[in-house]
């Protein structure tokens, strides 16, 4: 237990008070989304972490450093399923996590009865892996920074998986290192997350629509060829933003309707940007607002598949190689199409075109 000072506990006392008020946002948002969970896990783990220097009791203690050490798992996994729109839970994401879980915790129990023989096992691999989770948390936040279209999603990233990882990334290193030796500074540890978590609660507070909101459905229109255009429309809040909103978005129909901009391999926002001669940040606005869609890429893939679609459903079409309507409709690989196809339609090309020839019309 580290010594009581006073801006120590008021520290800790109001990085629990932000902590909580984060898990008192939640309840808010039902139904609790994954990602949601994953946060809420990974608030009570940094939870077990404050508590512990007030604990004096070596069992309590025992206990919430065994929840402790899945803040970096849990930080991964939300991270992750946030950042990453087709993230799916796999079972190598429960088998990472429970290495830097359940060894430690092992380890500590064979502390218990003078068994030191398998340390390296117990603590230095579970550590190591604790990095590794970490800096796959970071690349996630990097990789999809592009073609998010939730502005404020963005900012998340930079204050969660920007700050919070390396600060994580860096206490881990000074754990093992300069605090074992410098009590004075281990008291430091704990005012770092005073400013996390107001700044991801203020985040929250004020956009948790925005950040927490569930994925684009305009996608099933869009590939299907069900209606004229993808996706929901929004109302803007005032005649100007109705008339600009209006504006970027005819545009933004007209290049992908008519001119068919989205079988350009590797189409990015900024050159879809300058080809309607709209700032890349109203575009976002345009397709996110007015469209519907939070990922970019969902997006372009929304055009692609229901082109696909069709030409797979088109008698005429019957000895087009499906690999060659992927590329033409401007998917990089087959197995990239074959992926976003099968997410919206439920099955493979292949099985989609004999269903739809078979019925004489696209399904």
């Known amino acids: 237990m580290i010594e009581a000072d006073p801006w120590l506990l008021l520290s800790i006392s109001f990085a629990l008070s932000q902590l909580l008020l984060g898990l008192m946002l939640l309840p808010s948002l039902r139904p609790l989304t994954q990602e949601q969970r994953f946060y809420a896990a990974f608030l009570v783990a940094v939870g077990a972490y404050l508590l512990d220097p007030l604990v004096a009791?070596?069992?309590?203690?025992?206990?919430?450093?065994?929840?402790?050490?899945?803040?970096?798992?849990?930080?991964?996994?939300?991270?992750?399923s946030l950042f990453d729109?087709?993230?799916?839970?796999?079972?190598?994401?429960?088998?990472?996590?429970?290495?830097?879980?359940?060894?430690?915790?092992?380890?500590?129990?064979?502390?218990?009865?003078?068994?030191?023989?398998?340390?390296?096992?117990?603590?230095?691999?579970?550590?190591?892996?604790?990095?590794?989770?970490?800096?796959?948390?970071?690349?996630?936040?990097?990789?999809?920074?592009?073609?998010?279209l939730v502005a404020r999603r963005r900012q998340l990233r930079v204050w969660f998986s920007g700050f919070t990882g390396l600060y994580?990334?860096?206490?881990?290193?000074?754990?093992?290192?300069?605090?074992?030796?410098?009590?004075?500074?281990?008291?430091?540890?704990?005012?770092?997350?005073?400013?996390?978590?107001?700044?991801?609660?203020m985040?929250?507070?004020?956009?948790?629509?925005?950040?927490?909101?569930?994925?684009?459905?305009?996608t099933d229109a869009a590939a299907t060829g069900e209606g004229e255009q993808p996706g929901p429309t929004a109302s803007p809040a005032s005649d100007a933003a109705t008339a600009v909103a209006d504006e970027d978005l005819q545009r933004v129909r007209e290049l992908m309707e008519e001119a068919r901009v989205y079988r350009e391999m590797g189409?990015?926002?900024?050159?879809?940007?300058?080809?309607?001669?709209?700032?890349?940040?109203?575009?976002?606005?345009?397709i996110n607002g007015g469209l519907g869609y939070r990922n970019f890429n969902d997006f372009l893939n929304s055009y692609r598949v229901r082109e696909a679609a069709e030409r797979l459903g088109d008698e005429a079409q019957r000895d087009t190689q499906v690999l060659v309507i992927a590329l033409e409709a401007g998917f990089r690989s087959l197995s990239t199409f074959n992926k976003a196809f099968r997410t919206v339609h439920d099955r493979t090309p292949t099985e989609y075109r004999r269903d739809a020839l078979e019925k004489g019309s696209p399904q």
């Open 57 to 80: 009791d070596e069992g309590l203690s025992f206990v919430l450093q065994s929840i402790t050490v899945f803040v970096p798992g849990m930080f991964f996994l939300f991270s992750a």
């Open 85 to 148: 729109d087709d993230f799916q839970l796999q079972p190598w994401h429960f088998f990472a996590v429970g290495l830097t879980v359940v060894p430690p915790f092992i380890g500590h129990i064979l502390h218990g009865f003078d068994v030191y023989g398998f340390d390296p096992l117990m603590f230095v691999v579970p550590q190591l892996l604790e990095f590794l989770l970490l800096g796959l948390a970071l690349v996630v936040a990097v990789r999809f920074w592009s073609p998010d």
């Open 168 to 201: 994580i990334l860096t206490l881990i290193l000074l754990r093992e290192t300069v605090l074992q030796q410098h009590e004075s500074l281990a008291a430091l540890q704990f005012l770092p997350p005073c400013g996390l978590l107001f700044a991801t609660n």
């Open 203 to 218: 985040l929250l507070l004020r956009y948790r629509r925005d950040i927490w909101g569930a994925p684009a459905t305009g």
């Open 267 to 286: 189409l990015t926002l900024a050159d879809l940007g300058r080809q309607a001669g709209i700032p890349v940040y109203r575009l976002r606005e345009a």
